[in-house]
């Protein structure tokens, strides 16, 4: 249903916060997304430098792994718990003629089949909200990279605590635990927890974002995508699962007006 209205980038576009958004901009907001990581993380410009092995963690249909490796010329393996996504990626990557530089398999983020030190550049887009074990998950972000690699993560975030403060007000909570049911999310972290864990690990050029109002029009837009009749026989065909899940976008934009939810990049590198 998503692939059919959306394309395959299972994930927010960033969108110029000074223009006027049409339909149309919406999958380039999504490739966009992908090229201002990849300039905030500092990946070189320069082809001799740029990654060769790559590994999108949480990889969805497969959209990120095919843009990168199309981009550098790299080899990708993109990894899920989903088997559906799974051959649905390696279909897309054949009919693509990607299939000798990209594949895909079932595997867990947190338990990662691949040996330490493998790839040029570890690639999480939207993943890590999924994670139940967040330091788990980076720790395995940091196991597979090469020395000098690069590290990108892109998800979903609460907002930073104050000073003086233990946890998120009881309304904070609430609010997500109900976008927490209705996706089938663990809890989440903030911002600052990711530095922290990543600092553990004596990575390097740490660096964070908040992202969230470049993402804005992304929610409205899908929002009016399922409300659309291609939408709606879509939600209704494919059961009560996605219709719950169309029901609880209004929670994601009140959370970002009110600045619970934050939408973070945070990158950085495996010291050589």
């Known amino acids: 249903m998503w692939e059919d209205i959306w394309g395959d980038h299972m994930h927010h576009g960033f969108y110029d916060l000074h223009s006027t958004v049409s339909v149309s901009d919406h999958r380039a907001a999504q490739i966009r997304m992908i090229q201002e990581s990849l300039h905030f993380a500092n990946v070189s410009e320069d082809s001799t430098k740029w990654p060769k092995s790559i590994v999108d963690v949480g990889c969805g249909i497969g959209g990120s792994s095919r843009y990168l490796a199309k981009k550098y010329g790299a080899t990708a393996v993109g990894i899920t718990l989903s088997p559906v996504q799974v051959q649905r990626a390696n ?20 338990e990662q089949p691949f040996p330490d030190g493998q790839f040029d550049l570890v690639w999480s887009m939207e993943s890590g909200e999924h994670m139940p074990d967040k330091e788990k998950f980076v720790g395995e972000l940091a196991r597979v990279a090469a020395p000098g690699g690069t590290i990108i993560i892109v998800t979903w975030c609460h907002r930073d605590l104050g000073p003086g403060e233990e946890s998120l007000q009881p309304w904070e909570q609430n609010l997500l635990k109900r976008i927490c049911d209705a996706y089938y999310l663990p809890a989440w972290c903030s911002t600052a927890d990711y530095v922290r864990m990543l600092q553990s690990l004596s990575l390097q050029d740490i660096k964070s974002a908040d992202w969230s109002p470049f993402v804005a029009p992304f929610w409205p ?9 291609k939408g709606l026989t879509s939600l209704l065909r494919n059961g009560l699962k996605p219709i719950k899940g ?4 209004p929670l994601m934009i009140e959370g970002y007006k009110k600045n619970l939810i934050k939408f ?3 990158t950085c590198r495996k010291p050589e």
């Open 91 to 110: 279909a897309l990557a054949a009919a693509q003629g990607l299939a000798h530089k990209v594949s895909f398999q079932v595997a867990d983020a947190l």
């Open 221 to 229: 837009a899908v929002i009016r995508s399922a409300l659309t009749w």
């Open 246 to 249: 169309a029901l609880a976008m």
């Open 264 to 266: 973070a990049i945070i």
